[in-house]
């Protein structure tokens, strides 16, 4: 990909049927997708809680077993002793003691190799029907967890999703006369915070906004809501509200 005849982003990738433009399209969509949603925490909040009252209610989230853990540690703890009485009988046979000697130590190392067979196989059976999690509230009967009002939360959701969308598209449209790319979400996002009035009406509210100190900025935002027609402007979000 070049960007002023300069080269900028190499692409590597499995897809075979697809041409380049379509590889960096895909790719430029994905950065789209993400900045909207990096753009949106930061300056709309979408993941902040602005609402504290909350349901309260047993915490069933799964949970490590405590009981899972000591089972498996049991069951290692087996098999170590397996292994230790195992290499045990190997290094007899390879000894140099005698036949005789041999012969009376044998018995003794395979009854301690049976006893640790079994030993693990009752550890692995006891492990076995252990689950790995379980709900936080069986492990502490007093464990609670705390949700926000999933009514008031979602309702929050969709203003700051609609604001977000509005300001793009207020953005976009002060772009054709500002035609500065770097900047112009910064320069929208300023000229919310300037002065004015709000009057609200029966039926619509009307947001009056002092003029912008810059001339170019107050030219694109005189300018841009005429937008070439004669009816008033109407953003994306209009209709939803």
Known sequence: MFEHGVQVLQVLTSETNGTGADLLCWLRSRWQIENMFKYAAEHNGIDALADYGMDIAAETRKVANPARVAARSAVKTAETSLADAERSLAQLLASNGTPKQMNAALPGIHRTIEKATQEVTAAKKAL???????PANALNPDAKLARPHPQRRSMQMVLRLL???????????????LNDPDEYRAITRHLLHQGGSIN?????????????????????????PRNSTTHPPESPATDAL
Do not use: C
């Open 163 to 177: 604001a977000f969308n509005a300001e793009a598209w207020l953005a976009d449209r002060l772009n054709t006369y």
């Open 200 to 224: 609200y009406g029966a039926r619509q509210i009307t947001v009056t906004l002092d003029r912008p100190d810059s001339p170019r900025i107050d030219r694109a935002f005189n300018y841009s």
């Open 128 to 134: 076995k029907p252990i689950p790995a999690k379980i």
